[in-house]
């Protein structure tokens, strides 16, 4: 069974700064594309970033370009998503998800509770 756990949601100010992190169960890490997706109340489930299995390459919406940032530790069995100049919009569960591209195959984490004040 693969688990994800996300952590590292909170409360912050406009302008500050949340690093997230995502653990990941197992020893098939290394075969995951993995990726960050919010979901503020009312709205539908959106993409945010994603990163290869390699980490050399990484995509991210629009909205946070410039902004986030995805990286991976193979060897910790983890991804960061490091949020800065957080707006007020950014509020939103966030959710790990990994991606399976030996077995085609997607996980996907609880959620962590991210909360911009204006």
């Known amino acids: 069974q693969v688990q994800l756990l996300e952590s590292g949601g909170g409360l912050v100010q406009a302008g500050g700064s949340l690093r997230l992190s995502c653990a990941v169960s197992?020893?098939?890490?290394?075969?995951?594309?993995m990726g960050w997706f919010r979901q503020a109340p009312g709205k539908e489930r959106e993409f945010v970033a994603s990163i290869s299995r390699s980490g050399g390459s990484t995509n991210y919406a629009n909205s946070v370009k410039g902004r986030f940032t995805i990286s991976r530790d193979n060897a910790k069995n983890t991804v960061i998503l490091q949020m800065n100049s957080l707006k007020p919009e950014d509020t939103a569960v966030y959710y790990c998800n990994a991606r399976d591209e030996v077995l085609v195959y997607e996980y996907w984490g609880q959620g962590t509770q991210v909360t911009v004040s204006s």
């Open positions: 197992g020893h098939t890490f290394s075969r995951y594309a």
